[in-house]
Every structure is written in structure tokens, then in C-alpha cells.
């Protein structure tokens, strides 16, 4: 199912892919995030992440802003990680991560036993440990729809993804 099948009211979790999506303007998915993000800001739909799903949207927003401003076409982190005054000039992956409470979606802290919940979760569906992490606070809030592009949430009985396109 797709984003646009979200029913009006609807409650959903977000991933980490579709917000770095929107705020990088994706040539193939950001249109349809964008439009996701706009039925958000208009409360049409309810959304929750966390505060992991932000620090990795932190991360890869700030990956492909170095890319773009340096022309760094590999080795990112390896490159900031050995000129870190080149981080100080980056402001893009700021803004977006200021942005995300304002646009009405709702940030889930986590709590030290859902990190231990996703350990299990992760050996039992054979997820990465990022998205065990989602799948237990899901569960935690009793959220059953997500909203990612990563298929691997597919293994996770109960759960139901929507999709860029």
C-alpha cells in the first residue's frame, strides 16, 4: 500500500527513509513523501517517530548535504570524520531535524527495556537493530501502521507498511 492509502485519521509511525526523502527532495520518492508530510502538517493523519529514527535522519541528511556542498562523491563520513570543521559549515541537516516537531508529528523518546524488546525483536524477524528499535516502540504505543520504504518490516506479523510508491 501507499502513502495516498492512508485513510484520513489514520495513525502512523514514521521511518527514518521517508523524512530523509522528503527533506533531500528524492528525484523518485520525495513528491509522494512530501505529499505524506503535508497531510501530517495538516493533521489530517497522526504521526509519531523517535528520537533514534531522528539522529539517523540527522545523519544521512548530513551525508548528502556534505556530498552536495563539498562534491564528495564517496567516502562521506570517512571524509567529515577526518575535516570536521567542514561540519560546522553544514546547516541543511540542522534545520530538517528543527523542522520535524513543527510539522505536528510527535517524537517518542526511548525507554532503556525497548532497546533490550528490540534485541529479541531483532533475532526473532531477523531485522537490523534500527529497525527492531521502530518495531518495539510500535508495539510499546500500540501503533500497527508504518510508514518506510524498507521492506524488511514486511516479516513483522501485524504490522502494515505503507510505501513511497
Same mark, same amino acid.
Given at each position: 500500500?501507499?502513502?495516498?492509502?492512508?485513510?484520513?485519521?489514520?495513525?502512523?509511525?514514521?521511518?527514518?527513509?521517508?523524512?530523509?526523502?522528503?527533506?533531500?527532495?528524492?528525484?523518485?520518492?520525495?513528491?509522494?513523501?512530501?505529499?505524506?508530510?503535508?497531510?501530517?502538517?495538516?493533521?489530517?493523519?497522526?504521526?509519531?517517530?523517535?528520537? /533514534?529514527?531522528?539522529?539517523?535522519? *540527522? /545523519?544521512?541528511?548530513?551525508?548528502?548535504?556534505?556530498?552536495?556542498?563539498?562534491?564528495?562523491?564517496?567516502?562521506?563520513?570517512?571524509?567529515?570524520?577526518?575535516?570536521?570543521?567542514?561540519?560546522?559549515?553544514?546547516?541543511?541537516?540542522?534545520?530538517?531535524?528543527?523542522?520535524?516537531?513543527?510539522?505536528?508529528?510527535?517524537?517518542?523518546?526511548?525507554?532503556? /527495556?525497548?532497546?533490550?524488546?528490540?534485541?529479541?525483536?531483532?533475532?526473532?524477524?531477523?531485522?537490523?537493530?534500527?529497525?527492531?528499535?521502530?518495531? *518495539?516502540?510500535?508495539?510499546?504505543?500500540?501503533?500497527?501502521?508504518?510508514?518506510?520504504?524498507?521492506?524488511?518490516?514486511?516479516?513483522?506479523?501485524?504490522?502494515?507498511?505503507?510505501?513511497?510508491?
Amino acid at each position: 500500500m501507499t502513502f495516498d492509502d492512508l485513510p484520513a485519521g489514520a495513525v502512523v509511525f514514521l521511518d527514518a527513509n521517508l523524512l530523509v526523502y522528503h527533506f533531500a527532495a528524492h528525484p523518485t520518492f520525495g513528491t509522494s513523501c512530501s505529499r505524506l508530510i503535508e497531510r501530517i502538517d495538516k493533521k489530517e493523519i497522526a504521526a509519531f517517530t523517535s528520537t /533514534h529514527v531522528l539522529s539517523e535522519v *540527522a /545523519h544521512r541528511l548530513m551525508t548528502y548535504e556534505a556530498s552536495n556542498v563539498f562534491g564528495w562523491k564517496s567516502k562521506i563520513v570517512d571524509r567529515l570524520k577526518r575535516h570536521p570543521t567542514e561540519i560546522q559549515k553544514l546547516q541543511s541537516f540542522r534545520q530538517a531535524i528543527e523542522r520535524i516537531p513543527q510539522l505536528g508529528i510527535q517524537i517518542l523518546t526511548i525507554p532503556a /527495556h525497548l532497546v533490550a524488546a528490540a534485541a529479541a525483536l531483532s533475532i526473532r524477524y531477523g531485522l537490523l537493530s534500527n529497525d527492531a528499535l521502530v518495531v *518495539a516502540i510500535m508495539q510499546a504505543q500500540g501503533l500497527t501502521s508504518l510508514a518506510s520504504h524498507d521492506a524488511d518490516f514486511d516479516r513483522v506479523p501485524g504490522l502494515v507498511r505503507y510505501t513511497a510508491a
